[in-house]
Antibody, heavy 122, light 108 residues
Framework: QVHLVQSGAEVKKPGASVWVSCKSSGYSFTNYYIHWVRQAPGQGLEWLGQINPNNGDTRYPQKFQGRATMTRDTSMNTAYMELRGLTSDDTAVYYC???????????????WGQGSLVSVSS | SSELTQDPAVSVALGQTVRITCHGDSLRIYYASWYQQKPGQAPILVMYAKDNRPSGIPDRFSGSSSGNTASLTITGAQAEDEADYYCNSRDSSGYHLVFGTGTKVTVL
């Protein structure tokens, strides 16, 4: 049974950095991309980027280039997302999600972590 | 701003049919997937690759696509279908993913 278990809630001050972890189990960790998605209070879902756990290759939308870093530890079957230079606008629930096998024209997330609340406040 | 647009809210009478739409130029090339999210919960996949339902999703959910529009239809809506629904696909470049703006479905 596939599980993605994320780290707990964090409270950070403006300007700080936060790490969120996502531990995978029940499947071969290196065979599936992990993506990160966030949701600010009362808002929609926002894609933060992806990592290929097999080789560590990453991809980020321009909005998060230079501010987000995604890494993985294959020995721990865990993916990590670091976000730097936090502001109150980064207060959100952060999710990791597994990208299912698909085709070039079809991408979908078949399993999600439970979410990690990151609160940024002075 | 999102490249995929959805109506902010729709309502449906119990047992009736509701269609949720997602518009975007990238949908002419890439399939959309659909996620249901209830308050305080992580999203769950309810439809992918236009009209494929994951196991465990009731067959009252169906999907379709035409041109720049993807649709999710609930035929015979139930009270438990009340939730936010998001579409997701690649952007026009094909390199990044993007979510729709979300639709709140209310079952009356």
């Amino acid at each position: 049974q596939v599980h993605l278990v994320q780290s707990g809630a964090e409270v950070k001050k403006p300007g700080a950095s936060v790490w969120v972890s996502c531990k995978s189990s029940g499947y071969s960790f290196t065979n599936y991309y992990i993506h990160w998605v966030r949701q600010a209070p009362g808002q929609g879902l926002e894609w933060l980027g992806q990592i290929n756990p097999n080789n560590g290759d990453t991809r980020y939308p321009q909005k998060f280039q230079g501010r987000a870093t995604m890494t993985r530890d294959t020995s721990m079957n865990t993916a990590y997302m670091e976000l730097r230079g936090l502001t109150s606008d980064d207060t959100a629930v952060y999710y990791c999600a597994r990208l299912a096998f698909g085709s070039r024209i079809s991408s979908h997330f078949d399993h999600w972590g439970q979410g990690s609340l990151v609160s940024v406040s002075s | 701003s999102s490249e995929l647009t959805q109506d902010p809210a729709v309502s449906v009478a119990l047992g009736q049919t509701v269609r949720i739409t997602c518009h975007g130029d990238s949908l002419r090339i890439y399939y959309a997937s659909w996620y249901q999210q209830k308050p305080g919960q992580a999203p769950i996949l309810v439809m992918y690759a236009k009209d494929n339902r994951p196991s465990g999703i009731p067959d009252r959910f169906s999907g379709s696509s035409s041109g720049n529009t993807a649709s999710l239809t609930i035929t015979g809506a139930q009270a438990e279908d009340e939730a936010d629904y998001y579409c997701n696909s690649r952007d026009s470049s094909g390199y990044h993913l993007v979510f729709g703006t979300g639709t709140k479905v209310t079952v009356l």
